[in-house]
């Protein structure tokens, strides 16, 4: 609940610190002493549009500030956790409001949007009066009235949770027989692309290993000519090794007949030899190493061949060969499987609409006995509200073309205001005074079921008196035990069944010379409270009579 408003600088509120307690709290004061500036600042610190206007006279800004108390379970909790706004003992909701039209919004001192604080305020308050179009239940929000007052809830979520599954399935039945379709029509290139791919069967970097072994292939090639002329020279017919072996030998037996002459010779010639032998051993090796089939190379140059065909074919990289090979086998795979699959996913798509429906049904038929009922507790609310001519109806339409995840009912209040006139939406059939109390009448009966926990009531009691006042004052005090209730009235028997008493007065002050007008708000006493309620009774001059009549009314009220 509301538990401290504070204002600086507000239109003619310089500084004011209100505490609230729960139950029935009014606000009275003569006509003109400001109570709109109360509810304008408070509006504000609820997220409603910024007015440099609000700014008192001379002030660079104004600042308003709301308390709150709240439950754990209260589900702006899950608001603030979404937005990262850590949970503190009270709720603070900040607005400063500068005289150049700016504004700054602040949540337990973080920064906010505007946007955020109006979506947490409206959790927070509502505001009902004859021109607030916020307290005017938007259709929007009827059928999720409805749905607290009914306490269906759970059965809410499980029509939700249905609708997504089947919308989920839809999707998925929507993609698969596309995919379907695709392949059917691409049938004939599909075959042909799978059957040349498997034939092919490109592997994963097979390209870059086959341009690798053609290169070194390529070289061996270039140098194997030389290499088998060098290898004909030392070891052919024509070597030159038989030749000099025998000049060797021919030289070594001369040397012994001629000592001192020919060891050189033959030792060069000996040396001579090895060498040759071991360039003989090396060509050899390397021809050895260059070997390769030439049939080899020829099936390497028609696998690249084949392969960088096959990609400029279906434009997509030689390594991207297999991925798109295995895609269009998978392609083939659908069309060939993909009509057993479809209708398979089609028949749990039934399954889930047919759940959906059956729950939706459900939903709207307890809708339908919820609708009835609060129809019925409304209409008794409404005569001792003036309203005994006056029909209060919930508009149901269920309709499956209009399906979603809150089912297939849409609700709207209808209201008669008189026999014979033509029943309409609430909010454009009844008048202000006639809107502000059907809504009492529909709080009433909603109790604190969908309902904000502080309900702020602008002067709903405005041109009505006697029996309709107290009859209004009865409601509010009725609702007040369930949530907290803020009610700026003109009528008596309202104010005498208040818990909590606030005067609203216009002072004029004198301040460096020059006079001012300030508003001031003060909870009062009870026995102030007898002397308030006496002059909203009797008027300016307060009569013996007038006081004693606003102690009956508050002694009934207490009773």
């Known amino acids: 609940m509301l538990v401290q408003l504070t204002i600086r600088d507000i239109v003619l509120i310089e500084r004011l610190d209100l505490a609230f307690n729960d139950g029935l709290s009014v606000l009275t004061g003569e006509t003109g002493a400001g109570k709109s500036i109360l509810l304008d600042a408070m509006s504000l610190s609820l997220g409603a549009r910024g007015d440099g206007g609000l700014v008192r006279n001379g002030c660079d800004q104004g600042q308003v500030a709301a308390t709150f108390d709240l439950a754990a379970s209260h589900p702006v909790q899950a608001v603030l956790e979404k937005h990262g706004i850590a949970p503190e003992a009270f709720l603070i909701l900040k607005r400063i409001q500068s005289a150049d039209g700016r504004s700054k919004a602040f949540v337990n001192d973080q920064p906010v949007s505007v946007s955020l604080m109006r979506e947490i305020g409206r959790r927070l308050v509502e505001l009902h009066g004859q021109h607030d179009e916020r ?12 749905d607290a007052f009914g306490g269906h809830q759970g059965l809410v979520e499980r029509v939700g949770a249905a609708w997504r599954d089947w919308q989920e399935k839809r999707k998925e039945v929507a993609a698969f027989a596309e995919t379907v379709e695709n392949a059917r029509r691409e049938s004939d290139y599909l075959h042909n692309a799978v059957d040349e791919l498997t034939a092919l069967a490109p592997q994963p970097g097979e390209e870059g290993e086959l341009a690798a072994r053609r290169q070194a292939m390529m070289k061996a090639e270039a140098v194997a000519a030389d290499l088998n002329e060098a290898a004909e020279t030392l070891s052919g017919d024509a070597s030159p090794i038989p030749v000099l072996m025998a000049l060797a030998k021919r030289l070594e037996r001369k040397a012994r007949e001629v000592p001192d002459t020919l060891e050189t010779a033959v030792t060069q010639l000996d040396q001579g030899l090895d060498a040759i032998y071991r360039a003989q051993q090396t060509i050899e090796a390397a021809l ?8 080899e190379l020829e099936q390497a140059e ?34 060939v499987s ?26 709207s038929g307890e809708r339908s006995s919820a609708a009835s009922a ?33 089912g297939i009912d849409s609700i709207e209040f209808w209201v008669q205001t008189n026999p014979g006139t033509k029943p309409g939406p609430m909010i454009k059939v009844a008048s202000g005074g006639e809107l502000s109390r059907f809504l009492l009448a529909l709080k009433v ?51 005498a069944r208040a818990t909590s008493h606030f005067v609203i007065t216009k002072q004029q002050l004198e301040a460096t010379g020059q006079e001012r007008t300030e508003t001031q708000v003060a909870a ?3 026995s102030d409270r007898r002397e308030e309620i006496a002059r909203m009774l009797a008027g300016a001059q307060i009569t013996d009579e007038a006081r004693a009549a606003a102690q009956q009314l508050m002694d009934h009220s207490a009773a």
Not at 309 to 327: F, I
């Open 135 to 146: 307290a005017l239940l938007q259709t929007s929000v009827h059928r999720d009235l409805l």
């Open 374 to 406: 609060l129809a019925e507790m409304v209409m008794r609310e409404l005569p001792p509200l003036k309203l005994e001519a006056a029909r209060f109806m919930v508009r149901q339409e269920a309709d499956k073309a209009n399906a979603g995840a809150a």
């Open 445 to 495: 009966a909603l109790a604190d079921k969908g309902s904000a926990p502080t309900l702020v009531f602008d002067e709903i009691d405005t041109g009505i008196g006697g029996a309709v006042a107290d009859a209004i004052g009865r409601r509010l005090r009725r609702l007040a035990e369930k949530v907290q209730v803020l009610s700026v009235t003109h009528a008596p028997q309202v104010a």
């Open 302 to 335: 028609e696998r690249l061949f084949s392969l960088r065909a096959a990609s400029r074919k279906y434009g997509v990289a030689v390594e991207n060969l297999p991925e798109l090979a295995v895609k269009l086998a998978d392609d083939l795979e659908a069309l």
């Open 288 to 295: 050895s190493a260059a070997d390769f089939d030439p049939r």
């Open 338 to 363: 993909g009509e057993d699959r479809l209708q398979a996913l089609k028949r749990e798509l039934e399954a889930l609409e047919k759940d959906y429906h059956g729950l939706a049904d459900r939903l």
């Open 524 to 526: 009062i006493s009870q």
